[in-house]
T-cell receptor
Framework: TQLLEQSPQFLSIQEGENLTVYCNSS?????LQWYRQEPGEGPVLLVT?????EVKKLKRLTFQFGDARKDSSLHITAAQPGDTGLYLC???????????FGEGTQLTVNP | NAGVTQTPKFQVLKTGQSMTLQCAQD?????MSWYRQDPGMGLRLIHY???????DQGEVPNGYNVSRSTTEDFPLRLLSAAPSQTSVYFC?????????????FGEGSWLTVV
């Protein structure tokens, strides 16, 4: 059983559509991060959220940390082919020190 | 800006062979780690180090050894490769522990054990 469950696992949409990716857990996290990974490369950090209810925006990407710090979401507005990639959430449990990754959401944006 | 450098990029091993995946970072980071990435399982922590001379086990350490003789280098050794170790391996580094710090990943090493 994954500590962090991501949904959906696969998502294929058309350019211009909006989408939301979810990262859920039954555990409380002291911080949560979102990464994007492109083929043949390592993950690259997009954002870190640390406060319950926190919302961060990165251009067309909006990240939210749940009030209870057990879940997070990534919303992309007007998706573009350049958004294609594997999106990974990762978090450190409250009281822990290790970073745990979700299994990832593979996003494909078709022109 | 080299960041985190991993070698080799691709490797094919026969069952039972040994090899070392090299990792070096030039950012003077204290914290370094090795992950493996398998389909549908995200990244799983193999071993990590909080500084030179200090290493510890992660989530899936069996079959792997590490050492940290310098701040810059953190090699991962497979003493007797098994097909179950076929995976993509990522080395990573950061200033401190994982809570809230930016983690920098290498480009990955694709290992196939036949």
């Amino acid at each position: 059983t994954q500590l962090l469950e991501q949904s959906p696992q696969f998502l294929s949409i058309q350019e211009g559509e909006n989408l939301t990716v979810y990262c859920n857990s039954s555990s409380v996290f002291s911080s949560l991060q979102w990464y994007r990974q492109e083929p043949g490369e390592g993950p690259v950090l997009l954002v870190t959220v640390v406060t319950g209810g926190e919302v961060k925006k990165l251009k067309r990407l909006t990240f939210q940390f749940g009030d209870a710090r057990k879940d997070s979401s990534l919303h992309i507005t007007a998706a573009q082919p350049g958004d294609t990639g594997l999106y990974l959430c990762a978090g450190v449990k409250r009281g822990g020190s290790r970073l745990t990754f979700g299994e990832g959401t593979q996003l494909t944006v078709n022109p | 800006n080299a960041g985190v450098t991993q070698t080799p990029k691709f490797q094919v091993l026969k069952t039972g062979q040994s090899m070392t995946l090299q990792c070096a970072q030039d950012m003077n980071h204290e914290y370094m780690s090795w992950y493996r990435q398998d389909p549908g399982m995200g990244l799983r922590l193999i071993h990590y180090s909080v500084g030179a001379g200090i290493t510890d086990q992660g989530e899936v350490p069996n079959g792997y050894n590490v050492s940290r003789s310098t701040t810059e280098d953190f090699p991962l050794r497979l003493l007797s490769a098994a097909p179950s170790q076929t995976s993509v391996y990522f080395c990573a580094s950061s200033w401190g522990g994982n809570s809230g710090n930016t983690i920098y990943f290498g480009e990955g090493s694709w290992l196939t054990v036949v």
